[in-house]
């Protein structure tokens, strides 16, 4: 069974930073993409990043692209979110998800999620 379990989040004023981490356990395997979302009160769940793990390419939405970047530590099994020059509109829940295989911006793709944390930016 897999798990995700995240940390980090938390309150920033605008232009400010963030990371978050998700630990991910239970794949035998590299073949699987790990993802960030967000939810915004309102609004859809939206993709933001993804990593597909075996081969480490990235993806990122245009919203986020050239102020967030994704990694992934190998040895600690966990995929991390860097948030920089964060806006108040980067205001949600964000929750780490992944599903084997290639990765997709779709959330009915995604198999396992993480709990959430909040991100909070004040103008």
């Known amino acids: 069974q897999v798990q995700l379990v995240e940390s980090g989040g938390g309150s920033v004023e605008a232009g400010g930073s963030l990371r978050l981490s998700c630990a991910a356990s239970g794949y035998a395997h590299s073949d699987y993409c790990m993802a960030w979302f967000r939810q915004a009160p309102g609004k859809e769940r939206e993709a933001v990043a993804l990593?597909?793990?075996?081969?480490?390419?990235?993806y990122y939405a245009d919203s986020v692209k050239g102020r967030f970047t994704v990694a992934r530590d190998n040895a600690k099994n966990t995929v991390y979110l860097q948030m920089n020059s964060l806006r108040p509109e980067d205001t949600a829940m964000y929750y780490c998800?992944?599903?084997?295989?290639?990765?997709?911006?779709?959330?009915?793709?995604?198999?396992?999620w993480g709990q959430g944390t909040q991100v909070t930016v004040s103008s």
């Open positions: 998800a992944t599903r084997g295989g290639a990765c997709s911006w779709y959330r009915s793709n995604y198999n396992y």
């Open positions: 990593i597909y793990v075996r081969s480490s390419f990235t």
